[in-house]
């Protein structure tokens, strides 16, 4: 899987999502953000326009030490060649995060000159 380094320094992946099994697929791109454990973030009006159920809410902090609840929702993520179902958690940003959740028997490289990144 390759993505880009855009112009701000940011990892940047197109991901192939869907609310259900059954649904069809959806790309979105998202920012590679290795500082949060979870899987991914995205934004509430992304979540909205996809009619996301909600699973449940956790208690998480931030990295400024404020403790927050958050909605969180479940998504199904094409994600080599399987298709798990993933929580999502919900924000006010812009850009989804794709997080270290979906990460640990993956390998990243970021190649910051080339602006290149791959996930295997």
């Not at 850009?95 to 910051?112: H, N, S, T």
């Given at each position: 899987?390759?993505?880009?380094?855009?112009?701000?320094?940011?990892?940047?992946?197109?991901?192939?999502?869907?609310?259900?099994?059954?649904?069809?697929?959806?790309?979105?791109?998202?920012?590679?953000?290795?500082?949060?454990?979870?899987?991914?973030?995205?934004?509430?009006?992304?979540?909205?326009?996809?009619?996301?159920?909600?699973?449940?809410?956790?208690?998480?902090?931030l990295a400024d030490g404020t403790q927050v609840v958050l909605d969180t929702f479940s998504l199904?993520i094409d994600w080599f060649g399987r298709e798990p179902v993933v929580e999502v958690v919900e924000?006010?940003?812009?850009?989804?995060?794709?997080?270290?959740?979906?990460?640990?028997?993956?390998?990243?490289?970021?190649?910051?000159?080339?602006?290149?990144?791959?996930?295997?």
């Amino acid at each position: 899987m390759n993505g880009e380094v855009d112009v701000s320094g940011r990892a940047l992946i197109v991901l192939s999502i869907r609310p259900s099994h059954r649904a069809d697929a959806v790309s979105l791109q998202a920012w590679v953000d290795t500082a949060f454990t979870g899987e991914l973030v995205i934004p509430r009006a992304t979540i909205t326009r996809l009619g996301l159920p909600q699973s449940a809410a956790v208690m998480a902090g931030l990295a400024d030490g404020t403790q927050v609840v958050l909605d969180t929702f479940s998504l199904v993520i094409d994600w080599f060649g399987r298709e798990p179902v993933v929580e999502v958690v919900e924000n006010e940003g812009t850009l989804p995060l794709l997080a270290v959740g979906l990460l640990w028997e993956r390998k990243l490289e970021i190649d910051y000159p080339a602006r290149t990144l791959s996930i295997a």
